[in-house]
C-alpha cells in the first residue's frame, strides 16, 4: 500500500512538472509573435574579413559570395517584451559548374546565433532582425 501511494505522488509531481513546463515553452513560442516581410542579415566573408549588411525578402533569393540565401518566415517579439528575432532561412552553395548544395534550412535566432549556425568554411550568416 506504502508503494503505491509514494508512485502516486510521483506521477503527480511528474505530472505537474510536465504542465508548467508546457505552459512556458507554449508562451515562449507564442511570444514571437509578429510577422514581418524582410529579414536583416549579416553575412562574413573569412578570406577578406569583409562583413556586409543585407536585408532578404521573404521568399525571394539573395545572393552573399557564392551563397544564395532565401528567408521564409521572420518573426519578432512585441516592444513591450524583451527583443528577440526568428528567422527560418535555407542556405544554398552555388558554385560555377557544381550541383546546388544547402548547407542550411531551418530557424537562426538574433540573440543566440550560435544555437543553430551554418557551418561553411568561407562564409558565416546569421539573422540580426526581423523588419517591418
Known amino acids: 500500500m506504502r508503494n503505491s501511494n509514494i508512485n502516486l505522488k510521483r506521477a ?3 505530472f505537474f512538472v510536465c504542465q508548467v513546463f508546457l505552459t512556458f515553452a507554449s508562451g515562449a513560442v507564442h511570444s514571437l509573435s509578429i510577422e514581418t516581410d524582410t529579414a536583416l542579415l549579416q553575412g562574413l566573408d573569412k578570406v577578406t574579413a569583409r562583413v556586409s549588411t543585407f536585408e532578404a525578402n ?3 533569393e539573395v545572393r552573399f559570395g557564392t551563397l544564395e540565401v532565401i528567408v521564409k518566415k521572420c ?3 512585441p516592444p513591450e517584451e524583451t527583443p528577440e528575432s526568428a528567422a527560418f532561412l535555407e542556405i544554398r ?5 557544381q550541383d546546388l548544395e544547402i548547407l542550411f534550412t531551418g530557424w537562426m535566432f ?3 546565433p ?3 549556425a551554418m557551418q561553411h568554411p568561407v562564409y558565416d550568416v546569421w ?3 526581423c523588419l517591418d
Not at 552553395?93 to 559548374?97: A, S, V
Open 110 to 112: 538574433a540573440s543566440s
Open 127 to 129: 539573422v540580426i532582425g
Open 12 to 14: 503527480i509531481q511528474f
Open 75 to 77: 518573426v519578432k517579439t
Open 93 to 97: 552553395d552555388i558554385k560555377p559548374g
Open 58 to 60: 521573404l521568399n525571394q
Open 114 to 116: 550560435s544555437l543553430s
